[in-house]
């Protein structure tokens, strides 16, 4: 069928929102930091229903993608695009978060005001329909908007919807929460390299497995892409690292939250290890385990060949206290420091989410705890979190069903805002806690410190440099959480938040060009201070014998009782008996093994 047969165009606009600042800005940048693997993972569904003409023969399909995280979304060009006669289209808002969501809305008013058919999916649509015994309010008005409600995953169903979308006969609701598809042989997440390129460093990203077996109270994935893992092979992995080589791109985010539980992670690991060493590339590759994942035969070895340079460990907290009562029984403080040298030890540079706000905290609980850890474990980049009641979560769900105050507006559960009430901190102190714990822990001794571990495990200081203008840059400078961050902040004064008023161009330019200059004029002077200082840490010829308490080695009867990480409560206390009494046991067992 030649061009000119085809009757129907179909535009599909898919858009992955940001979120709005504290003024109701909405938080963007020249180039982001962290890209998104919904939108990688729709589009490239979207790229095989195309090629495979799943919509018919006769209909000619335009894909157009967005993340308004590093580009500003020309809302009107794609009204005037699926406003054509000759046209039929729909706008996707994916992978929407819960702070995501007011966005998404006031886009999708935008859209549905002009006739435009709409759709919402992500997480918050996802872990309120699978949690909730009703639609919240949110959900609700969009539905009344006649915006279509996407619960769940794309794979083997998406033309589906693309087809009902294309007969303009689109239901409120798509609930596919009790039907996880298979993730092995189907379409790879992929993005064109024009927007690889709008990432920090090019990063594309992927997933090569969904699910987790854990219980963590406080997490949304395991009610989201459910508890029974899934898991791509190591073909589907080396087809899509390929196809992004071949558009230049070889810096990869696996976005797995656990990879160390993915059953096919040696296979993928050898086929990257050995597609590196074939193409020569300096492959760069960032992946997120569990604390446990060292004690995995060849896990971290074979992690260092495929090209990993960074990894994230939800370490989460120091206190087994804390740890019991968000239900993450698989972390073990006596694992920690052993863990953290072992990724050390491959110069892999090792980041760890620590979460605050659990029942057990005070603001001056949190403020030791971050002293022991700075003290005692060899962590290199340390990011924080408040505790959250996230849609989706068990802990959400606990909290409504008891009728238990939380924030009505979506927008600050960003895990750097307090959403709810807390038995031992007042909202002021825990926000303040928040805000405080990232100029404890990167302050300028412990920057330097950063920088003398690094030289003397064989790595580079300038890394912690790097990732320091990154992590307490973003904070101290930006004011938003690194994971939000970027290159160059935007503003666009027409985008602001809807149940905020427009400034006007004299009030909204000369206060943004001030903004700019106090912010970007002492972010310049803190990089210049700390690389003089990564300069002089590496001329100094002491700090190669250089050691602290954090980087003792452990010895193989477990770790020393007398750390204070593990004598300061009686948790902690309990789990360093435990943990050598099952030393003492293997110790055993080997002599007899021995003797037999």
Same mark, same amino acid.
């Given at each position: 069928?030649?061009?000119?047969?085809?009757?129907?165009?179909?535009?599909?606009?898919?858009?992955?929102?940001?979120?709005?600042?504290?003024?109701?800005?909405?938080?963007?940048?020249?180039?982001?930091?962290?890209?998104?693997?919904?939108?990688?993972?729709?589009?490239?569904?979207?790229?095989?229903?195309?090629?495979?003409?799943?919509?018919?023969?006769?209909?000619?399909?335009?894909?157009?993608?967005?993340?308004?995280?590093?580009?500003?979304?020309?809302?009107?060009?794609?009204?005037?695009?699926?406003?054509?006669?000759?046209?039929?289209?729909?706008?996707?808002?994916?992978?929407?978060?819960?702070?995501?969501?007011?966005?998404?809305?006031?886009?999708?008013?935008?859209?549905?005001?002009?006739?435009?058919?709409?759709?919402?999916?992500?997480?918050?649509?996802?872990?309120?329909?699978?949690?909730?015994?009703?639609?919240?309010?949110?959900?609700?008005?969009?539905?009344?908007?006649?915006?279509?409600?996407?619960?769940?995953?794309?794979?083997?169903?998406?033309?589906?919807?693309?087809?009902?979308?294309?007969?303009?006969?689109?239901?409120?609701?798509?609930?596919?929460?009790?039907?996880?598809?298979?993730?092995?042989?189907?379409?790879?997440?992929?993005?064109?390299?024009?927007?690889?390129?709008?990432?920090?460093?090019?990063?594309?990203?992927?997933?090569?497995?969904?699910?987790?077996?854990?219980?963590?109270?406080?997490?949304?994935?395991?009610?989201?892409?459910?508890?029974?893992?899934?898991?791509?092979? +190591?073909? @589907?992995? #080396?087809?899509?690292? !390929?196809?992004?080589?071949?558009?230049?791109?070889?810096? &990869?985010?696996? =976005?797995?939250?656990?990879?160390?539980?993915?059953?096919?992670?040696?296979?993928?690991?050898?086929?990257?290890?050995?597609?590196?060493?074939?193409?020569?590339?300096?492959?760069?590759?960032?992946?997120?385990?569990?604390?446990?994942?060292?004690?995995?035969?060849?896990?971290?070895?074979?992690?260092?060949?495929?090209?990993?340079?960074?990894?994230?460990?939800?370490?989460?907290?120091?206190?087994?206290?804390?740890?019991?009562?968000?239900?993450?029984?698989?972390?073990?403080?006596?694992?920690?420091?052993?863990?953290?040298?072992?990724?050390?030890?491959?110069?892999?540079?090792?980041?760890?989410?620590?979460?605050?706000?659990?029942?057990?905290?005070?603001?001056?609980?949190? +403020?030791? @705890?971050? #002293?022991?850890?700075? !003290?005692?474990?060899?962590?290199?980049?340390?990011?924080? &979190?408040?505790? =959250?009641?996230?849609?989706?979560?068990?802990?959400?769900?606990?909290?409504?069903?008891?009728?238990?105050?939380?924030?009505?507006?979506?927008?600050?559960?960003?895990?750097?805002?307090?959403?709810?009430?807390?038995?031992?901190?007042?909202?002021?102190?825990?926000?303040?806690?928040?805000?405080?714990?990232?100029?404890?822990?990167?302050?300028?001794?412990?920057?330097?410190?950063?920088?003398?571990?690094?030289?003397?495990?064989?790595?580079?200081?300038?890394?912690?440099?790097?990732?320091?203008?990154?992590?307490?840059?973003?904070?101290?400078?930006?004011?938003?959480?690194?994971?939000?961050?970027?290159?160059?902040?935007?503003?666009?004064?027409?985008?602001?938040?809807?149940?905020?008023?427009?400034?006007?161009?004299?009030?909204?330019?000369?206060?943004?060009?001030?903004?700019?200059?106090?912010?970007?004029?002492?972010?310049?002077?803190?990089?210049?201070?700390?690389?003089?200082?990564?300069?002089?840490?590496?001329?100094?010829?002491?700090?190669?014998?250089?050691?602290?308490?954090?980087?003792?080695?452990?010895?193989?009867?477990?770790?020393?009782?007398?750390?204070?990480?593990?004598?300061?409560?009686?948790?902690?206390?309990?789990?360093?008996?435990?943990?050598?009494?099952?030393?003492?046991?293997?110790?055993?067992?080997?002599?007899?093994?021995?003797?037999?």
């Amino acid at each position: 069928m030649s061009k000119g047969d085809r009757e129907q165009r179909f535009c599909i606009e898919l858009i992955k929102p940001s979120h709005y600042d504290d003024d109701g800005y909405v938080i963007q940048w020249a180039k982001a930091w962290v890209p998104s693997n919904t939108l990688s993972s729709l589009y490239g569904i979207t790229l095989d229903v195309m090629e495979r003409r799943l919509l018919g023969d006769d209909v000619e399909i335009e894909l157009n993608a967005y993340d308004e995280t590093n580009t500003i979304i020309p809302i009107k060009n794609i009204i005037r695009r699926l406003t054509d006669p000759d046209v039929k289209g729909i706008v996707c808002l994916v992978g929407v978060q819960s702070n995501q969501f007011p966005r998404a809305m006031d886009m999708a008013r935008q859209f549905r005001a002009k006739g435009i058919q709409v759709a919402i999916g992500g997480f918050h649509p996802s872990g309120c329909l699978s949690m909730l015994p009703e639609l919240p309010p949110d959900l609700q008005e969009a539905l009344d908007l006649g915006i279509s409600l996407y619960a769940g995953e794309g794979e083997g169903r998406l033309h589906l919807f693309y087809q009902d979308a294309l007969n303009q006969n689109l239901k409120p609701i798509y609930n596919y929460m009790n039907d996880l598809p298979g993730i092995d042989n189907q379409p790879t997440p992929y993005l064109p390299e024009s927007m690889v390129r709008r990432y920090g460093g090019s990063v594309a990203c992927f997933d090569a497995g969904r699910g987790c077996p854990f219980q963590c109270s406080f997490c949304t994935i395991i009610n989201v892409q459910g508890r029974k893992s899934r898991f791509r092979e +190591a073909d @589907d992995v #080396e087809r899509l690292v !390929r196809a992004n080589i071949e558009q230049g791109i070889n810096r &990869f985010f696996i =976005t797995d939250d656990n990879f160390a539980r993915n059953k096919n992670w040696e296979a993928i690991f050898d086929r990257l290890g050995d597609l590196k060493e074939e193409t020569g590339l300096p492959f760069s590759i960032i992946i997120q385990v569990d604390t446990l994942c060292h004690k995995i035969e060849n896990f971290i070895a074979k992690a260092k060949r495929a090209g990993v340079a960074r990894v994230f460990i939800g370490l989460e907290n120091i206190n087994p206290d804390n740890l019991m009562a968000a239900k993450k029984r698989q972390n073990r403080i006596t694992e920690y420091r052993l863990m953290l040298q072992e990724w050390r030890n491959h110069q892999i540079l090792t980041y760890a989410g620590y979460i605050l706000g659990f029942p057990a905290d005070t603001p001056e609980k949190i +403020a030791h @705890d971050i #002293e022991v850890i700075k !003290r005692e474990l060899p962590i290199d980049i340390l990011e924080f &979190f408040c505790l =959250t009641p996230l849609p989706g979560s068990e802990d959400h769900q606990s909290l409504h069903k008891h009728g238990i105050a939380m924030d009505p507006d979506m927008n600050i559960y960003d895990l750097e805002h307090v959403c709810t009430g807390h038995a031992l901190m007042t909202k002021d102190e825990w926000q303040g806690i928040y805000n405080k714990a990232w100029d404890l822990y990167y302050s300028d001794d412990h920057l330097e410190t950063l920088m003398k571990r690094m030289l003397v495990s064989g790595n580079k200081p300038e890394r912690i440099w790097a990732h320091a203008l990154q992590f307490a840059g973003s904070i101290r400078y930006e004011k938003v959480h690194p994971l939000q961050g970027g290159y160059f902040r935007r503003k666009v004064r027409t985008q602001r938040r809807s149940t905020m008023p427009l400034e006007s161009p004299l009030v909204f330019y000369p206060r943004r060009v001030w903004e700019t200059l106090t912010t970007y004029i002492p972010f310049a002077g803190f990089a210049l201070r700390l690389w003089i200082k990564c300069q002089q840490v590496k001329r100094d010829p002491a700090n190669k014998n250089y050691t602290d308490l954090a980087l003792t080695p452990v010895t193989d009867h477990g770790e020393d009782e007398s750390l204070e990480m593990f004598a300061h409560t009686g948790a902690a206390q309990a789990a360093v008996a435990k943990a050598q009494k099952e030393a003492a046991a293997r110790e055993k067992h080997a002599k007899v093994a021995a003797a037999g």
